[in-house]
């Protein structure tokens, strides 16, 4: 368990995702009653930060799942969106959301209510109409604490959140961070460790990390641009470089340890639709750190990309893929 940044929630450090491809396994074939008992096995492991948003269309499974252990065991995070594509949303379309969400969760309050994927662009939309209308919320007792996340496939370089981090409205972040996506260590967390702002990592594993065709695919676009050691560009040859006895187990569980032992890192996310990798995900994530000589390699031959893993290879993007 660790604190959430300055809310004083105290959390476990790792969160399911209840986004992402996998949507509690909505987004692989599951039933809604295969993904509530998902999430009841997930707090039966001692998960209790669940991180969902009203565009995952899964807080009813949310809802469902929580209702069988007290409110005050888990820490519920959900979001709304501020726009569609270029055109803002009016606060009173954040505040329908916030009440829909809470219908859709069966509670009477929000632990962490988020803004989902702000650009640079639309923050000042966040702060001038968002926060106030936030303000009403929390004083009403609707929600506890503020966070914002990022579009992490379209702003690599946290431009949205160093705003975020400076001004102080905001209790948390939601973050991209990955082993070959480091730059979060002195844009981001660098500033939110001395202010208190919580952080929750996600795009520690997403495809990059799971699937082996995609970091084929990665790892020989990274070699033709010359940004990686012409001996690395195959998952075999970064599987031999930190799966062994005493390292990681498998190229995820090096990523979500990566991530997680990162200085600063408050809650590491991940998203799944099965059992094996929820139980294999959350040993992961309360494992040790990687030997220092591995993290120490892993930042010297990586820590110089910046946006890899948060969106499809060239070679693998449909036309009509979905950032
Ligand atoms: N802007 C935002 O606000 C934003 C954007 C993205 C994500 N998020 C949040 O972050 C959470 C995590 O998202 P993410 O993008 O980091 O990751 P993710 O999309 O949840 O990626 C994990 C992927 O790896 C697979 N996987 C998980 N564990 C595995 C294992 N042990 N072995 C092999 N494959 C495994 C999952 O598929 P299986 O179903 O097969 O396990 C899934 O496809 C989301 O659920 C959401 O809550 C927020």
């Known amino acids: 368990m660790t604190e959430l940044g300055a809310t004083g929630l105290r959390v476990g450090v790792a969160g399911l995702g209840c986004g992402g491809n996998s949507r509690l396994g909505q987004g692989t074939g599951l039933t809604h009653d295969q993904s509530i008992a998902l999430v009841r096995e997930a707090m039966d492991l001692g998960v209790n930060l669940l991180d969902t948003a009203a565009n995952y ?14 409110r005050e065991s888990v820490v519920i995070c959900t979001k709304a ?51 106030p209308a936030l303000a009403k919320a929390r004083a009403e007792g609707k929600i506890r604490h503020l966070g914002v996340t990022e579009t992490a496939p379209h702003d690599h370089n946290h431009e ?22 480091q730059n979060a260590r002195e844009t981001v967390f660098a500033q939110t460790r001395p202010q208190g702002v919580g952080t929750l ?27 990686i050691d012409a001996d690395l560009t195959t998952p075999e040859a970064l599987h031999d470089l930190l799966v062994h006895d005493g390292g990681a187990s498998s190229l995820t569980d090096a990523a979500y340890r990566f991530a997680r032992h990162e200085p600063g890192v408050d809650v590491v996310l991940f998203g799944t639709g099965s059992h094996e990798h929820l139980r ?17 390699k892993i930042v010297r031959l990586f820590g110089h990309l910046v946006g890899v893993g948060l969106d499809l290879p060239d070679r693998l993007r449909q036309p009509d893929a979905k950032a």
């Not at 329908?96 to 662009?121: C, E, K, M």
């Open 57 to 70: 269309r899964t807080e009813e499974i949310v809802g469902a799942a929580i209702r069988a252990v007290p």
């Open 81 to 131: 969106t501020i726009r569609d594509g270029k055109t803002l949303f009016p606060e009173e379309h954040l505040l329908a959301s916030l009440d829909n969400s809470l219908r859709a969760l069966g509670t009477d309050y929000i632990d962490v209510f988020q803004l989902h994927g702000v650009p640079p662009w639309a923050y000042a939309h966040a702060v001038e109409a968002c926060l």
């Open 160 to 181: 949205m959140l160093q705003h975020t981090v400076a001004d102080g409205h905001w209790d948390t972040v939601m973050v991209a961070f990955n082993m070959m996506h």
């Open 201 to 227: 990592v996600m795009f520690a594993v997403r495809n990059v990390f799971s699937r082996p065709d995609h970091l084929r695919a990665e790892l020989e676009q990274l070699a033709a641009a010359g940004q």
């Open 280 to 296: 294999a995900n959350v040993a992961s994530i309360n494992r040790p750190p990687l030997p220092e000589a591995d993290r120490e």
